[in-house]
């Protein structure tokens, strides 16, 4: 694991606590979003990589994981 930092999940009005890990390894590359089964989570791929990349950073070529718990 990489990293792992505590954030916070909406369902309707309510909050849950959600905890983020990510993890990268060697592989074909690849960014794997899984957990908290929302429509949102499905669709946030595409957002989150275009956010990298518009924020200057270089997107790794690599096997990312991403863990929503």
């Not at 999940?9 to 909050?15: P, T, Y």
Request: hydrophobic letters at 50%.
């Amino acid at each position: 694991m990489l990293a792992r930092v505590n954030s916070a999940a909406v369902l309707g009005i309510d909050g849950y606590a959600a905890q983020v890990e990510v993890d990268i390894s060697r592989g074909l590359r690849s960014l794997t979003i899984v957990g908290l089964p929302d429509v949102a989570v499905r669709e946030s791929r595409e957002r989150v990589e275009s956010a990298i990349r518009n924020s200057g950073f270089e997107f790794a070529l690599d096997r990312i994981t991403v863990n929503l718990a």
